[in-house]
């Protein structure tokens, strides 16, 4: 049951995901010619807003993913019952389906969102790698303990996942085929945000609500 489940799960995210990214793709200017994106240095202010805007996107994940599309089950008893990293596992028992795809392809896009930002591979890795901790450590445990593998696989396969999508994509999206631009933006999705470099995450948090302000500088 659980098995079914999960994949009932993936295929309505792709099925969704995909449809969006196809039409939105439409909507895009492909005249300019894209390229492996410079490294360059960051702030510790950049840095900061840029962890704050994925673990936002995460958040926002979770929700989409785990209480639109699948209603799981989680509440904040649960929550209080994982925090601290108590009843973690080295396993989370999912599917192979979910493990070693859903959370590499997660991983992945996470990773090339900070490529995209200008940061090198291996600084885009370490900020795949605390998005994924962030993640197990403070939002999935609504529903479920930290898991290891989890943890250790979305930012692992996700980073070799990520490299192969960039290069893949940025082959496909300077091709002259709208079919295959539009392939290239569902498998790094950052490239249908031509203007990231403008957008900043501020959190919210107040004794009456939180949330957050996306900032998006054109």
């Known amino acids: 049951m659980l098995l079914n489940n999960h994949n009932n799960m993936i295929k309505k995210s792709i099925i969704v995901s995909a449809i969006l990214l196809l039409f939105s793709s439409i909507a895009f200017a492909d005249g300019k010619k894209y390229s492996v994106p ?3 240095k960051h702030t510790k202010k950049e840095v900061f807003l840029d962890a ?3 673990y936002g996107v995460h958040w926002a994940g979770y929700i989409l993913m785990f209480k639109v ?3 799981e089950n989680g509440n904040f ?3 209080k019952e994982n925090l601290f990293f108590n009843n973690m596992r080295w396993w989370d028992g999912d599917s192979i389906l979910w493990n070693f795809i859903g959370h590499p392809y997660t991983g992945s896009q996470t990773y090339l ?3 995209g930002r200008g940061y090198s591979k291996a600084h885009s890795f370490y900020g795949s790698f605390l998005a994924s901790f962030l993640f197990e450590s403070t939002i999935e445990i609504l529903d479920q303990s930290f898991s290891f593998n989890d943890a250790i696989i979305t930012p692992g396969l996700g980073f070799l996942l990520g490299n192969y999508f960039e290069k893949a ?3 496909l999206i300077n091709s002259d085929s709208r079919f295959k631009r539009a392939i290239a933006r569902i498998i790094n999705l950052s490239l249908n945000f031509e203007n990231y470099e403008g957008i900043e995450f501020i959190p919210v948090i107040s004794k009456d609500m ?3 302000i996306l900032v998006w500088r054109f």
């Open 38 to 40: 410079v490294s360059r």
């Open 52 to 54: 704050s805007f994925m």
């Open 69 to 71: 599309i699948h209603d």
């Open 77 to 79: 008893e649960t929550y």
């Open 113 to 115: 969102y900070y490529r």
């Open 169 to 171: 994509s940025l082959k």
């Open 210 to 212: 939180s949330g957050g």
